[in-house]
């Protein structure tokens, strides 16, 4: 079975600063998936990344997906307060709807 | 638009008694996911439908897990009887056509 090990486990960053998240697959990645989770509350899907060598970006969170396709890093640049919470990555094991293996998660902390 | 609705938000019961968690997907999503949270395993995957249909419910951890889908507007995941251990979060994800998934704000199960 497919498993992703996301590093760092935690993190805190002064508000401002840039910060980069990995998540590193066992297997192949079809499709690689980041979220966000505020404490407490449910999942909010940021990018997805498909093929080798993608990044995408959404305000100041980009993420790519290597040529290889069995990692992915997620950057912040400019942190805000806002950016605090649980960042997770996902995959499918196949190339179907299948439903999602995740990382354990990467708590990030802002301080201002 | 409403998006993944589940139910309660929080419950708190006696091990030994039934737990019945409900799942209203987003209209017009044919795939529907119930996944656990927990500090120890991080998220998974219990059992998927499409189209009403389980596909995979490898993840449902004993026989004391059920789910059902008998409608495309409804889902429930029963624990029948509860125990200690299965104190989680609990999220209803959905989505169609290869599309992220969108999650609910999940269900956290408190068992006594």
């Known amino acids: 079975s497919q498993e992703l090990e996301q590093s760092p486990q935690s993190l805190i960053v002064q508000e401002g600063k840039n910060l980069t998240i990995n998540c590193t697959s066992s297997?192949?990645?079809?499709?690689l998936y980041w979220y966000k989770q505020k404490y407490g509350e449910g999942l909010i899907f940021l990018m997805m990344l498909q093929k080798g060598g993608e990044e995408k970006s959404h305000e100041k969170i980009t993420a790519k997906l290597d040529e290889k396709k069995q990692q992915s890093s997620l950057h912040i640049t400019a942190s805000q307060p806002s950016h605090a919470g649980i960042y997770l990555c996902?995959?499918?094991?196949?190339?179907?709807?299948?439903?999602?293996?995740f990382g354990k998660g990467t708590h990030l902390i802002i301080q201002p | 638009d409403a998006g993944v609705i589940q139910s309660p938000r929080h419950e708190v019961t006696e091990m030994g008694q039934e737990v019945t968690l409900r799942c209203k997907p987003i209209s017009g999503h044919d795939y529907l996911f119930w996944y656990r949270q927990t500090m120890m395993r991080g998220l998974e995957l219990l059992i998927y439908f499409n189209n009403n249909v389980p596909i995979d419910d490898s993840g449902m951890p004993e026989d004391r897990f059920s789910a059902k889908m008998p409608n495309a507007s409804f889902s429930t995941l029963k624990i029948q009887p509860s125990e200690p251990r299965d104190s989680a979060v609990y999220f209803c994800a959905t989505s169609t056509n290869n599309q992220p998934q969108h999650f609910g704000d999940g269900t956290r199960l408190s068992i006594l």
């Open positions: 297997k192949t990645l079809y499709g």
């Open positions: 996902g995959a499918v094991s196949g190339g179907g709807a299948d439903g999602l293996t």
